[in-house]
């Protein structure tokens, strides 16, 4: 058990809807990480948080956004959801975000299923 | 920008053997290279991680890996390999010059027969 907790696990909506995907990171980490896990397109980083503030971003579309939270947790948002969307949602979290030697702890992930 | 590379989708090994998963990578300054295990229906959980110093980097469960610099490779290695070793292998790359991203490998499966 790496500390990192998501919820929901699973997650079975239709094209067009909206979801929230929610994550705590383990106790004492500032950063976030959301990460989006196909079979195409492998494991693809879409965003960073530190301490509530963005910090980095990768190939997360319009459609999807983020936050964290005063109490450092994250909520991922996905909108206007498409089938191509249907994939393993992954967060991690690290202690600063910024230490390039820094190990990041994955959660056990959301799976959404657009259909 | 920096870039990782698996270049095997699959690795099959007997029971007892030693495995190796290989790994390349590119980076402008200097790397801070990682390696991650899936199990199904599973997060992935760190292995191992090269920062500096020593090239060769002993991890969890046995497994170690080989930095070599001017191969720009960071293979995984075991030297006996368990059938529970079976699982899916990421490597990521973090660039030292720049930048907050961790850029992960296509992944790579392993696959131990007893």
């Given amino acids: 058990d790496s500390g990192v907790t998501q919820t929901p696990k699973h997650l079975i909506t239709a094209t067009g809807q909206r979801v929230t995907l929610r994550c705590s990171p383990r106790s004492g980490d500032l950063s976030v990480y959301w990460y989006q896990q196909s079979l195409d397109q492998g494991l693809q980083f879409l965003i960073q948080y530190y301490n509530g503030e963005e910090r980095a971003k990768g190939n997360i579309l319009e459609r999807f956004s983020a936050q964290q939270f005063p109490d450092l947790h994250s909520e991922l948002n996905l909108s206007s959801l498409e089938l191509g969307d249907s994939a393993l949602y992954f967060c991690a979290s690290s202690v600063v975000g910024t230490g390039d030697g820094e190990t990041q702890y994955f959660g056990p992930g959301t799976r959404l299923l657009v259909l | ?114």
């Fill in chain 2, 1 to 114: 920008a920096q870039s990782v590379a698996q270049p095997e989708d699959q690795v099959n090994v007997a029971e007892g053997n030693p495995l190796t998963v290989k790994c390349t990578y590119s980076v402008s300054g200097n790397p801070y290279l990682f390696w991650y295990v899936q199990y199904p229906n599973r997060g992935l959980q760190f292995l191992l991680k090269y920062i500096t110093g020593d090239n060769l980097v002993k991890g969890s469960y046995g497994f170690e890996a080989e930095f070599n610099k001017s191969q720009t490779s960071f293979h995984l290695k075991k030297p006996s390999a368990l059938v529970s070793d079976s699982a899916l292998y990421f490597c990521a790359v973090r660039d030292g010059a720049g930048g907050f991203k961790t850029i992960f490998g296509a992944g790579t499966r392993l696959f131990v027969k007893a």
